[in-house]
């Protein structure tokens, strides 16, 4: 029976990495062998073992430092005769096609803005503390958690040149098991001039705050005394954006000017503790990824129950002289010499504390990364597959996935993502 011809070349721009023309004086053995050529070998051979199949380009695969090697569990065979003893896998199956590009955006249509910066910031030589950098990446893996937690400006603010206004901490307070990891987050008010310098100064007040009770709170976490956790926690948050008025005064600004909302995250090192800790201040989001499935765990504000108080909302059902009300004309009443004038309303207190499984992603991220998440099934989609692997991603790699963009979504991005081993 004759051997079958060579197989065809595959076509150009196909995705697949051109194969290396074998030299003369090569040994058969050691050409590198196409799908193709194996498909044909097979035909000509049943009998013959097949041989193993490189990687499928179907998914990227895992980066991080523990993720599995390209081959899986291959085994070297002996050498046979004529065979050189260091034969690699790659020697064996050709060449590996190149992993699939990144997503840069999702959706129907790309955003209007550049992908990468374009403007930086203008400068104060005589402030340049205030100067906050375009990209924060850290990440850590203490207890059953790795962490991953990035903070990107925003494709608007790139282009105008404005720095960031959302501000991201990350600090470790304490040892071993004892260990409290604090993850705090905020974002500056929109147009303010100090926006990313009153979101900086609210993350470093809480994060102090935080690591002189940090053990009070780490014991607190680890017995689960949930009502303790959400009384200290608000009492520290109130006393942190108090802080932040009063500097706002001494400077001559405005309160709402020199405001940021706040959300934060505290871990615990112990590796058998898996109680998750989220308070904050504003708007966001808490999401958890569960068997390829998001889940949104926002905490919801708490309803008002009753009728609004007079003077804040609804009218009175009649007059003092018992007339009836039939019309409001929009005229609003002077405030009572007597009483101070309410105050601006403020921002309810939001706290939740989950148990994780094994397998679990938990995501807390600021405004700028929650809505296009709730808004594009793309996105959700996208991260999903992304972040469902047996690893979690590395840190260039959960960087490219947090800046996986959506037309009309260009505020900044600040995210942090726990996985559970």
Not at 115 to 130: R, Y
Request: hydrophobic share 35%.
């Amino acid at each position: 029976m004759s051997a079958p011809g060579p197989a065809s070349a595959p076509p150009q721009g196909v995705g697949r990495p051109s194969v290396p023309e074998a030299s003369p004086a090569r040994h058969p053995a050691t050409e590198p062998s196409r799908p193709d050529d194996r498909a044909a070998a097979s035909e000509a051979n049943p009998s013959a073992p097949d041989a193993p199949a490189p990687a499928l380009p179907g998914r990227p695969p895992p980066s991080g430092p523990t993720a599995a090697p390209a081959y899986g569990d291959w085994t070297p065979a002996a050498p046979s005769d004529g065979e050189p003893a260091d034969a690699s896998p790659a020697s064996r199956l050709g060449p590996l096609p190149p992993p699939l590009p990144s997503r840069v955006h999702v959706g129907t249509r790309p955003p209007t803005y550049d992908a990468e910066p374009t403007a930086l910031p203008a400068a104060d030589p005589d402030d340049l503390d205030a100067l906050v950098p375009d990209t924060v990446l850290d990440g850590a893996r203490y207890g059953a958690c790795t962490l991953r937690a990035v903070s990107v400006r925003g494709d608007s603010a790139r282009y105008r040149g404005e720095p960031r206004r959302d501000a991201l901490l990350t600090a470790r307070f304490g040892s071993g098991e004892r260990a409290l990891v604090l993850v705090a987050l905020a974002t500056g008010t929109r147009t303010a001039p100090g926006a990313h310098l009153a979101a900086a100064e609210v993350c470093r007040w809480i994060a102090a705050a935080v690591g002189r009770s940090h053990e009070r709170l780490a014991a607190d976490i680890r017995a689960a005394r949930r009502t303790d956790l959400k009384a200290g926690l608000h009492r520290l948050t109130d006393r942190g954006l108090g802080k932040l008025r009063a500097a706002a005064t001494e400077q001559g600004l405005d309160p709402d000017d020199y405001a940021a909302s706040m959300r934060c995250l505290l871990l615990s090192g112990d590796p058998e503790c898996r109680t998750r800790v989220f308070f904050g201040v504003g708007p966001g989001g808490l999401f958890r990824l569960r068997e390829r499935e998001w889940q949104d765990s926002e905490p919801e504000v708490a309803e008002v129950k009753g009728e609004p108080v007079l003077g804040f909302g609804s009218a009175p059902h009649e007059t003092p002289d018992g007339d009836r009300l039939t019309m409001d004309l929009g005229i609003p009443t002077p405030p009572s010499p007597y009483e101070p004038a309410p105050g601006p309303p403020r921002e309810p207190f939001r706290f939740r504390t989950s148990v994780a499984r094994p397998g679990d992603v938990l995501l807390m991220c600021g405004a700028g990364f929650a809505e296009p998440l709730r808004g594009e099934p793309g996105l959700r989609a996208h991260l999903a597959d992304r972040w469902s692997g047996p690893e979690p991603p590395g840190l260039t790699a959960y960087l490219a996935d947090t800046q996986v963009r959506v037309k009309g979504y260009a505020d900044d991005r600040t995210a942090v993502a726990v996985w559970e081993a």
